[in-house]
């Protein structure tokens, strides 16, 4: 939904998710008299609200703890997901039909509030069942004073058919009422629109909201995504030659996986990696770099790659928690890591190829992280900007003549793909044609650079362009 929508018939009401002072759950003195399922889905939404938490880490966690499990992890899993997703639709309908605005609800409250409305609006759950566990939820948080005034909210909700909701309260602008009816804030929607167009918007945002399948990678020289795929059930990939896909099961537990042989890795990073080692490039001496390689998937696969081609890979990293997950994944690859600033490494320039994987947005991987859209901020993106413009001229001086830098970004927004590479272009770089490193794949947009998209091509929203420097 538009970040800055409000309903027609109540203008003085904050419609977009509530900013609110930081208040710790209340601890509860007697076992709740909630099922399991829901108490799991409103305390991780308490700790998103709370602790900036993200809900894809937090979730699974909390559910091995309490031991949840089937159909109850099932459920917990959906509301929890679905409720942070559709925050801008729910709050609008919440704000519609409460006498006071958002930001003066407690935190506790609200969160159960959205909880039940996302079971009134968007399941199965009969409605006298999401009412009397939220009210419950609300008692239970401390909060009792407030279960008339969250009684009386959601049984108003109750009252309209989700339907009628929608249509109530979809903004008449139509570029807002796309994000409105998918559930993303206006800025969002815009970004991608100018990407790609009015026609594919609806679908590019819709996906989003679509549970991604699992993406393993291969690690070339160990085994074959034909070998992973029949060791697991999976698919072989169809762009990646080291993609399987997985539709079912928790990856960790793989054998592969636990040995070292394959990973999870999305099949659009797996592109970008594997470009870096595809493009010709004349007298290689082996020499390659990967500027901005926390937390290590692209640096593992690159050092894959480059112990077949006998190269080495320098990995570097400003964090030292980041340095030491590339350690781990690494391993005996012929990889180095160094911890330092991309923007100025003090590594001897002369690499024969460099990737640049640049910090950014992650617009691209929004259906990953369902609090992501609305924790966003778009102000984040010029200061963003200003790091990913300095990291592609690092790696522009640390290359060498004639040599290859692969800029990428999980991001499809403008500012971080074309509106960087394009500053380059012209001063002694040239760029090729991205399209022939992407095993096939089609409809990357209109530029010699590459944009995929979780509609067309089932990866994230991934964007890469390559650059030779020219000598």
Not at 82 to 105: H, K
Not at 133 to 139: E, I, Q
Not at 375 to 398: G, H, P, V
Request: glycine share 8%; with cysteine; hydrophobic share 40%.
């Amino acid at each position: 939904m538009s970040g800055g929508f409000r309903s027609r018939s109540a203008g003085r009401r904050q419609a977009e998710p509530a900013k609110k002072r930081p208040q710790k759950p209340q601890v509860k003195s007697e076992p709740s008299t909630v099922d399991p399922a829901r108490v799991a889905a409103f305390d991780v939404l308490q700790r998103v609200t709370n602790d900036n938490a993200y809900a894809n880490l937090t979730l699974p966690k909390l559910l091995r703890e309490r031991k949840i499990s089937g159909r109850d992890a099932a459920f917990a899993t959906e509301i929890t997901y679905g409720t942070l997703r559709n925050l801008g639709v729910l709050d609008a309908v919440i704000g519609e039909c409460s006498s006071r605005p958002l930001d003066q609800i407690a935190p506790p409250v609200l969160d159960a509030l959205r909880l039940g409305a996302y079971q009134i609006l968007y399941t199965r759950v009969e409605p006298h069942a999401a009412v009397d566990t939220s009210v419950r939820l609300v008692k239970e948080s401390g909060n009792e004073k407030a279960s008339g005034f969250a009684n009386g909210i959601l049984r108003t909700i109750t009252r309209t058919p989700s339907e009628q909701w929608m249509e109530q309260l979809t903004p008449q602008d139509e570029l807002e009422a796309i994000a409105f009816r998918t559930a993303h804030p206006q800025w969002i929607a815009q970004s991608f629109e100018k990407v790609l167009g009015r026609d594919d918007l609806e679908a590019a945002l819709l996906a989003d909201s679509q549970r991604p399948i699992v993406h393993l990678v291969a690690r070339p020289g160990e085994m074959s995504a034909e070998e992973l795929a029949a060791i697991t059930g999976g698919e072989k990939g169809k762009y990646s030659p080291y993609a399987v896909y997985l539709e079912e099961g928790d990856p960790g537990e793989l054998d592969p996986v636990r040995e070292g042989l394959a990973a999870v890795q999305d099949e659009g990073s797996q592109l970008i990696a594997r470009a870096i080692a595809e493009v010709p490039v004349a007298d290689d001496q082996g020499r390659w770099l990967d500027l901005c390689a926390g937390p290590g998937g692209k640096a593992a696969l690159m050092g894959s790659l480059a112990r077949i081609d006998q190269a080495r890979v320098d990995a570097v990293e400003i964090s030292d928690h980041r340095a030491e997950l590339i350690r781990k994944t690494v391993r005996d690859l012929p990889v180095t890591i160094h911890v330092a600033d991309g923007r100025n490494p003090g590594l001897e320039p002369g690499y024969d190829r460099v990737l640049v994987d640049a910090p950014c947005s992650g617009l691209g991987a929004l259906r990953r992280r369902p609090e992501a859209r609305w924790r966003k901020q778009e102000s984040d993106i010029a200061e963003l900007n200003t790091l990913q413009e300095e990291l592609l001229r690092s790696a522009l001086n640390l290359v060498k003549p004639g040599g290859v830098v692969v800029y990428s970004t999980c991001s499809p927004d403008l500012r971080e793909t074309r509106g960087i590479v394009d500053k380059v272009l012209g001063e002694g770089v040239e760029e090729l044609e991205a399209s022939q490193f992407v095993g096939g794949m089609t409809g990357t947009g209109d530029n010699l650079s590459v944009q995929m998209w979780p509609h067309r091509h089932g990866t994230d929203a991934m964007f890469f362009a390559v650059l030779r420097k020219v000598g």
